[in-house]
Nanobody, 121 residues
């Protein structure tokens, strides 16, 4: 099986920074795209940022210029550096990874358990 374990969430004041990490482990041949989503209370889960295996990135408009996604392919880990945080960024953040367990098979998306980020005003 494949597990994604997130870390780095917590409580921070507005204007502060946090760095989230998500490490994938288990039966992995290759990981294609990796990404971060978030879900605030009463709202749908939304894409925050994603990165391909080749390093191409895309961001939600609300986080452009403040958040940076990166990955370490050797460690099967994706990161989210979050700067200039504001209370609207408060949410549970989930990472995902599109994993191939065996060559020439379709990728399967796996999700982490979520980590809480709370930004106080």
């Amino acid at each position: 099986q494949v597990q994604l374990v997130e870390s780095g969430g917590g409580l921070v004041q507005a204007g502060g920074s946090l760095r989230l990490s998500c490490a994938a482990s288990g039966s992995i041949f290759r990981i294609n795209a990796m990404g971060w989503y978030r879900q605030a209370p009463g709202l749908q889960r939304e894409l925050v940022a994603a990165i391909t295996s080749g390093g191409s990135r895309n961001y939600a408009d609300s986080v452009k210029g403040r958040f940076t996604i990166s990955r370490d392919n050797a460690k099967n880990t994706v990161y989210l550096q979050m700067n200039s945080l504001n209370p609207e960024d408060t949410a549970v953040y989930y990472c995902n990874a599109d994993v191939l367990k065996v060559v020439s098979t379709p990728a399967v998306r796996y999700w982490g358990q979520g980590t809480q980020v709370t930004v106080s005003s």
